[in-house]
């Protein structure tokens, strides 16, 4: 059993930055892929960003973007920490959304159909 907490949301203005963090709690953390979801009002909920179980801060893991984020957001994960982070840069209005920390049992998993367990969510608005 695994319980996430985000934390980190908040209002920015387009072109600032933010930095989401995902407290897990558990001695497995390490062995679960961690992803970042995001849900906008009347939108389906979208995977953001995943990491690979095992990876560490040196080696980086294998890491996975949705097109829209790609060279504005950073996925990392410290497993000493069990804590996963979201480091977003350049925000733009339609980034917008509730962002959801889960966590996968495989390796890597980049469908919400893959995650088995969720945080609550964090607000993050980003004003134009």
């Known amino acids: 059993q695994v319980q996430l907490v985000e934390s980190g949301g908040g209002l920015v203005q387009a072109g600032g930055s933010l930095r989401l963090s995902c407290a897990a709690s558990?001695?497995?953390?390490?062995?679960?892929?961690m992803g970042w979801f995001r849900q906008a009002p009347g939108k389906e909920r979208e995977l953001v960003a995943a990491i690979s179980s095992g990876a560490t801060v040196s080696s980086g893991g294998t890491t996975y973007y949705a097109d829209s984020v790609k060279g504005r957001f950073t996925i990392s994960r410290d497993n000493a920490q069990n804590t996963v982070y979201l480091q977003m840069n350049s925000l733009k209005p339609e980034d917008t959304a509730v962002y959801y920390c889960a966590g996968s049992p495989r390796f890597i998993a980049i469908t919400k159909d893959e995650y088995d367990y969720w945080g609550q969510g964090t607000q993050v608005t980003v004003s134009s």
């Open positions: 558990g001695r497995t953390f390490r062995r679960y892929a």
